[in-house]
Protein backbone atom coordinates (compact mmCIF):
# COMPACT_ATOMS: atom_id res chain seq x y z
CA UNK A 1 0.00 0.00 0.00
CA UNK A 2 1.43 3.30 -0.94
CA UNK A 3 1.50 6.34 1.61
CA UNK A 4 -1.24 7.92 -0.44
CA UNK A 5 -3.78 5.02 -0.09
CA UNK A 6 -3.21 4.36 3.79
CA UNK A 7 -3.95 8.14 4.38
CA UNK A 8 -6.92 7.77 2.74
CA UNK A 9 -7.77 4.67 4.37
CA UNK A 10 -7.34 6.39 7.82
CA UNK A 11 -9.31 9.25 6.70
CA UNK A 12 -12.42 7.53 5.58
CA UNK A 13 -12.25 5.22 8.59
CA UNK A 14 -12.47 8.66 11.04
CA UNK A 15 -15.01 9.92 8.72
CA UNK A 16 -17.03 6.88 8.90
CA UNK A 17 -16.79 7.18 13.12
CA UNK A 18 -17.12 10.67 13.00
CA UNK A 19 -20.30 10.51 11.12
CA UNK A 20 -22.59 8.38 13.35
CA UNK A 21 -23.18 11.42 15.85
CA UNK A 22 -24.64 13.68 13.11
CA UNK A 23 -27.92 12.14 12.98
CA UNK A 24 -28.33 12.26 16.83
CA UNK A 25 -31.40 13.74 17.73
CA UNK A 26 -30.27 15.53 21.04
CA UNK A 27 -27.17 16.02 23.64
CA UNK A 28 -27.26 13.97 26.39
CA UNK A 29 -26.84 15.77 29.65
CA UNK A 30 -25.66 14.31 32.86
CA UNK A 31 -26.12 14.98 36.38
CA UNK A 32 -23.27 16.74 36.71
CA UNK A 33 -24.87 19.60 33.99
CA UNK A 34 -27.47 19.78 36.97
CA UNK A 35 -25.64 19.35 40.47
CA UNK A 36 -25.89 21.15 43.46
CA UNK A 37 -23.57 21.67 45.71
CA UNK A 38 -23.51 18.63 48.06
CA UNK A 39 -24.20 21.09 51.25
CA UNK A 40 -28.18 21.90 49.83
CA UNK A 41 -30.32 19.71 51.33
CA UNK A 42 -33.96 22.09 50.76
CA UNK A 43 -34.71 23.91 47.65
CA UNK A 44 -38.16 25.47 47.85
CA UNK A 45 -40.26 27.86 44.95
CA UNK A 46 -42.72 29.77 46.89
CA UNK A 47 -45.06 32.64 46.44
CA UNK A 48 -44.71 35.14 43.74
CA UNK A 49 -43.08 38.70 43.43
CA UNK A 50 -43.46 41.41 41.11
CA UNK A 51 -45.86 43.62 39.32
CA UNK A 52 -47.90 41.03 37.47
CA UNK A 53 -46.62 38.18 40.22
CA UNK A 54 -44.62 36.32 37.55
CA UNK A 55 -41.50 36.03 39.75
CA UNK A 56 -41.27 33.49 42.48
CA UNK A 57 -39.32 33.72 45.59
CA UNK A 58 -36.66 30.57 46.12
CA UNK A 59 -35.73 29.55 49.26
CA UNK A 60 -32.28 27.45 49.91
CA UNK A 61 -31.11 25.34 52.91
CA UNK A 62 -27.46 24.59 53.23
CA UNK A 63 -25.54 22.41 56.05
CA UNK A 64 -22.71 23.32 56.32
CA UNK A 65 -20.44 23.06 59.79
CA UNK A 66 -23.04 21.22 61.58
CA UNK A 67 -25.22 24.84 60.92
CA UNK A 68 -27.55 25.87 58.80
CA UNK A 69 -27.14 28.58 56.21
CA UNK A 70 -30.23 29.99 54.29
CA UNK A 71 -30.87 32.14 51.40
CA UNK A 72 -33.35 33.45 49.30
CA UNK A 73 -33.92 34.34 45.60
CA UNK A 74 -36.19 36.61 44.09
CA UNK A 75 -36.40 34.07 40.58
CA UNK A 76 -37.82 35.26 37.03
CA UNK A 77 -38.11 33.76 33.90
CA UNK A 78 -36.06 34.68 30.79
CA UNK A 79 -37.20 35.51 27.14
CA UNK A 80 -36.19 30.91 26.79
CA UNK A 81 -38.48 30.09 30.20
CA UNK A 82 -35.69 29.21 32.32
CA UNK A 83 -35.36 30.95 35.80
CA UNK A 84 -32.70 32.88 37.15
CA UNK A 85 -32.23 35.07 40.24
CA UNK A 86 -32.95 38.68 39.76
CA UNK A 87 -31.52 38.92 43.56
CA UNK A 88 -30.39 36.82 46.50
CA UNK A 89 -30.11 37.55 50.38
CA UNK A 90 -28.01 35.61 52.33
CA UNK A 91 -30.19 35.73 56.39
CA UNK A 92 -27.39 37.26 58.44
CA UNK A 93 -28.52 36.49 61.31
CA UNK A 94 -27.56 32.90 60.34
CA UNK A 95 -24.90 33.01 57.75
CA UNK A 96 -22.01 33.04 59.43
CA UNK A 97 -19.51 30.60 60.81
CA UNK A 98 -20.38 31.43 64.85
CA UNK A 99 -24.17 31.39 64.59
CA UNK A 100 -24.24 27.91 65.12
CA UNK A 101 -27.86 27.65 64.44
CA UNK A 102 -29.30 24.45 62.88
CA UNK A 103 -32.44 24.48 61.13
CA UNK A 104 -35.03 21.44 60.86
CA UNK A 105 -38.56 20.90 59.49
CA UNK A 106 -38.38 24.14 56.98
CA UNK A 107 -41.26 25.13 55.47
CA UNK A 108 -42.52 28.52 53.28
CA UNK A 109 -45.87 29.79 52.96
CA UNK A 110 -46.89 32.65 50.40
CA UNK A 111 -48.42 35.84 52.16
CA UNK A 112 -49.81 38.97 50.47
CA UNK A 113 -46.75 40.54 50.67
CA UNK A 114 -43.64 37.65 50.29
CA UNK A 115 -43.37 34.89 52.09
CA UNK A 116 -43.06 33.61 55.26
CA UNK A 117 -40.55 30.85 56.06
CA UNK A 118 -40.38 28.73 59.30
CA UNK A 119 -38.33 26.24 61.44
CA UNK A 120 -37.29 24.45 64.12
CA UNK A 121 -34.00 25.28 65.89
CA UNK A 122 -31.32 24.54 68.03
CA UNK A 123 -28.46 26.95 68.94
CA UNK A 124 -25.06 25.63 69.90
CA UNK A 125 -24.51 28.66 72.44
CA UNK A 126 -27.67 27.41 74.59
CA UNK A 127 -30.83 25.40 74.50
CA UNK A 128 -33.31 28.28 74.60
CA UNK A 129 -33.80 28.38 71.10
CA UNK A 130 -36.46 26.97 69.54
CA UNK A 131 -38.32 28.58 66.09
CA UNK A 132 -37.11 30.78 63.65
CA UNK A 133 -39.49 32.93 61.46
CA UNK A 134 -38.41 34.97 58.26
CA UNK A 135 -40.95 37.40 56.26
CA UNK A 136 -39.63 38.08 53.25
CA UNK A 137 -40.52 40.39 50.56
CA UNK A 138 -41.64 42.05 49.12
CA UNK A 139 -39.12 44.43 48.18
CA UNK A 140 -36.00 42.62 47.18
CA UNK A 141 -33.68 42.07 49.95
CA UNK A 142 -35.62 42.76 52.71
CA UNK A 143 -36.43 40.46 55.20
CA UNK A 144 -37.47 40.26 59.12
CA UNK A 145 -35.93 37.42 61.15
CA UNK A 146 -37.63 36.27 64.26
CA UNK A 147 -36.07 34.13 66.77
CA UNK A 148 -38.75 32.55 69.61
CA UNK A 149 -37.10 31.32 72.54
CA UNK A 150 -38.04 28.86 75.41
CA UNK A 151 -38.70 30.94 79.11
Not at 121 to 136: C, N, P
Amino acid sequence: MTTKTIAATLLAAVLSLCGTGAYALGSDYGYDTFKTPDAVSWVQLCGTWGKDHRGTYRVVHADQYAQSFLYVQWMARDANGGLHAEHTVAIAELDNDHAEIALTDLTCRATPRGIVVTAKATSGHDDKLRRVTIEVGPAPGQYRYRAQRTR
